[in-house]
């Protein structure tokens, strides 16, 4: 293994002088207790040894300056010592070791890796440096130290790398001798010429967030989109994380790495736009920072190479292993990467590479792989974790991969996670430094006559300490004295090492640990659900860019890598993006119809239809009766189809012509359908009473209203006859005297003329209209009022 190659140097080092001087003393103090025959007790110096004492103090690297010191410098050292048992730590000095030059990459690995004191291995406190006495340490104190050393007294007399420790050496009140309470190791590279052959070193810069920008926009022309909280914000202030990324990296020689779906995001807020607070959407105060900070990024990258992956970041692995299988995933990958291009050169002006893919942490396998190419990279961004490589040295990062079309660019995986944890702590920043520093310089020295090309590829979203720390790393290569720096496409275009491994891992290989974190497939059922939703709504728009554009990114956001560990979070992003898409679906669809009743043979059936969007809509419109027999839409046998369209924001009533043939009961179906025939939204039913009045009904209620008449006429002619008769009968009379009284002949004068008005009256009357029979004397007076002819729940009468 790379990590495990020997460094070349030259003539041994005092350090390795003071090595076998312990190892005799080691080997000869066996020999001499033996020769005594001494009784084997535990001296001084053995419990020393102890693990537990050696942790006694806690001691705190703080600074090491220089980071890569040359002849002539001064090296100096700050820190903290704290005592972290229960006892009083009297009498101590904190004292410098220098230990043996490191001899390959996975030693210096081990040594960053030990704690306490070990006699063993650990050098002595250098002769004649200077030390910091603290007389008196109480329990839980702490106390700070600062060491200078002059360069020539550090023993460095070969280039190479060289552990430095800084120790505590002191008593305690229950153990009254000298011995180490404390030390933290650390290394020092020390080059201080420059090598024949540098390795080449390309180191990615990522600016990459999660995603903010939800499918909603609002209801004005410019659609301004909707945020889901306002986050990203604090990541552009001035000392924010994306802010941090920028001023650091344009002094840095990187490789630019950016998620288009953030530029996107950041010029959104810089032309505008609001962020939901409950219900409400308020308008985002922002505004300005966005600006300053897309400013800042476009000068930064101008002349530089800049990385534009997928819109969105997808998380190719769980493309691979969960959604490949879900129809129509593949495609959301294809999509972003055809966005990603022309939203780079839109907001920076700069022409991107969109050849490399980057699976998360940089594992791969035969799935990955093969996603990976499917949307046209043809470079995939691997780890020395992952394409392993059995050589006794670091190979160069680029090689074909598989069948040598894909280019696989290896990132060194000790370098990669340099810089990964806690960085806040000023001693986890200073030791990380120190060991890439001394990683990379061994490297060089694995083979000093063969220059290598090697890539650094950090996490995806540093933290604003990792990223100040990465780039107080690069500082101290600035020197180039065993490295210089490189781009990335230069990176992948790099010889190949014919050692280096060409083999995909299977994918039995692929970590757990990641794949836990991978997003399920239910996620990928969801995109497809939205995406099917979405085809379907769109068709029906005049204007269909409005929803596909902002509802295809978040989709693709829907796929980022940036949720792996978030799978509450993933959920509720996309069961939000699935709900508003429904609500604006809803927002066109048939108004609820009542039961309605037909009288006659034909009729016109209203049908409304509304659109409640912000733009027109067109569809057709379908009425299915479902007893042609009894009642047929439009004169055929099977339903009618009308073309609708609607503007925005009303609603429009379709009328279908339709015949009865036969009373009774009919179910109706309306069902609004897409141009291409698929059915939109749900089918509305409704209830026609069919109540038709036949001819032969017609024919008898003509003869009775014939017959009523007739009988009219005869009863007037017979009462006119009879008039005629009474008339002639008094003119025959003879006249005589008045026998009567005057007042009683004219009493019944008077009752003889009223008769005859009443007679007169009932002749005048014209006989019923309606065809009922008059009321006869013998009759029942009715105990109810007149029966309705309308129906007798709620209805609705069709036009006629």
Do not use: C
Not at 61 to 84: F, W
Not at 274 to 284: D, S, Y
Not at 565 to 579: E, F, H, P
């Amino acid at each position: 293994m790379a990590e495990a190659a020997d460094i070349q140097g030259t003539g041994p080092s005092p350090a390795r002088r003071w090595l076998r001087r312990t190892i005799t003393v080691a080997f000869g103090a066996p020999l001499l207790a033996g020769l005594l025959q001494a009784p084997a007790v535990t001296s001084p110096a053995v419990a020393a040894e102890d693990a537990t004492g050696s942790k006694t103090v806690d001691v705190s690297l703080d600074t090491l300056t220089p980071s890569a010191p040359v002849e002539g410098d001064t090296v100096k050292v700050t820190g903290t010592v704290t005592n972290r048992s229960k006892k009083t730590v009297i009498d101590a000095t904190v004292d410098l070791h220098v230990g043996p030059r490191m001899t390959s990459r996975s030693q210096i690995d081990q040594v960053a890796g030990r704690t306490g004191f070990r006699r063993d291995s650990d050098p002595d406190p250098l002769k004649d440096a200077p030390t910091v006495a603290i007389p008196r340490l109480g329990a839980g104190l702490s106390a700070e130290f600062s060491l200078s050393v002059p360069v020539s007294e550090l023993g460095l007399d070969a280039a190479g790398v060289y552990q430095l420790g800084v120790s505590l050496t002191g008593q305690t009140a229950d153990q009254r001798y000298d011995r180490v309470l404390g030390i933290e190791r650390t290394f020092v590279p020390y080059q201080p010429e420059a090598t024949e052959k540098k390795t080449q070193l390309t180191y990615l810069w990522p600016l990459i967030s999660s995603a903010h920008v939800s499918a909603e926009t609002a209801t004005d022309d410019q659609q301004t989109p909707v945020f889901e909280d306002d986050a990203l914000a604090t990541e552009l202030k001035p000392g924010g994380r994306l802010d941090q990324m920028v001023s650091l990296g344009k002094d840095l020689p990187v490789t630019w790495v950016v998620d288009p779906d953030l530029l996107a995001s950041v010029d959104a807020m810089a032309n505008g736009y609001r962020v939901k607070t409950g219900a409400l959407h308020v308008p985002g105060p922002n505004q300005t920072v966005a600006e300053r900070w897309l400013n800042e990024l476009e000068k930064a990258v101008q002349g530089r190479k800049v990385v534009a992956l997928p819109f969105a970041d997808p998380d190719l692995a769980s493309l691979a292993h969960r959604g490949k299988d879900v129809p129509g995933s593949l495609g959301h990958l294809q999509s972003a990467t055809a966005l990603a291009r022309g939203t780079v050169e839109t907001i920076l002006h700069v022409q991107p590479s969109t050849d490399f893919a980057w699976p998360a942490d940089g594992a791969v396998d035969p799935s990955i792989v093969a996603v990976a190419t499917s949307a046209g990279a043809d470079k995939v961004i691997a780890r020395s974790d992952s394409v392993r490589d059995d050589l006794s040295y670091t190979p160069t990062a680029a090689r074909p991969l598989g069948n040598g079309s894909t280019t696989a660019v290896v990132s060194d995986a000790l370098l990669s996670t340099a810089f990964e944890g806690d960085m806040v702590r000023t001693e986890n920043s200073t030791l990380a430094v120190q060991k890439f520093l001394a990683q990379s310089l061994a490297v060089t020295l694995e083979q000093p006559g063969t220059p290598r090309s090697i890539v650094v590829a950090p996490q995806r979203m540093p933290t604003v300490a990792q990223a100040q720390t990465m780039a107080t790393a690069l500082q101290g290569l600035s020197g180039r004295r065993w490295s210089e720096p490189i781009d990335l496409m230069a990176a992948a275009a790099a010889k190949p090492d014919p050692g280096a491994s060409t083999t995909v891992p299977g994918s039995s290989r692929y970590p757990e640990k990641l794949r836990d974190r991978e997003l399920p497939v239910q996620a990928f059922r969801d995109m497809k659900t939205t995406r099917d939703e979405l085809d379907d709504f769109k068709v029906i728009l005049a204007l269909p860019y409005r929803v596909a554009t902002p509802f295809g990114n978040a989709i693709n956001r829907e796929m980022s890598t940036s949720w792996r560990g978030q799978a509450r979070s993933a959920a509720i992003y996309r069961g939000n993006v699935l709900d508003y898409l429904q609500t604006l679906t809803k927002g066109v669809q048939l108004v609820d119809k009542s039961d309605l009743t037909l009288s006659g043979r034909s009729a016109t059936i209203p049908v409304t239809v509304q659109n409640q969007l912000l733009q027109d809509v067109h569809l057709v419109l379908r009425l299915t009766s479902a007893n042609k027999n009894r009642l047929r839409v439009d004169g055929g046998d099977g339903p009618a189809e009308l073309p609708v369209r609607i503007n925005g924001g009303h609603s429009q009533s379709v009328k279908f012509p339709v015949s009865a043939s036969v009373n009774g009961q009919v179910a109706m179906t309306a069902q609004l359908y897409t141009d291409d025939g698929t059915p939109y939204g749900k089918p509305m039913t409704f209830n026609v009473k069919v109540s038709e009045i036949t001819a032969t009904v017609m024919l008898v209620i003509a003869g009775g209203v014939l017959l009523l008449v007739l009988a009219g006429v005869r009863m007037y002619s017979q009462r006119k006859r009879l008039a005629a008769r009474n008339a002639e009968a008094e003119e025959t009379e003879p006249e005589t005297e008045p026998d009567t009284d005057p007042e009683a002949d004219q009493e019944a004068a008077e009752q003889a003329a009223e008769q005859a008005e009443e007679g007169t009256e009932a002749e005048a009357q014209p006989p019923e209209a309606d065809g009922d029979e008059p009321e006869q004397p013998s009759d029942p007076t009715p105990d109810t009022g007149p029966e309705s002819a309308d129906p007798s729940g709620t209805g609705e009468k069709v036009d006629r």
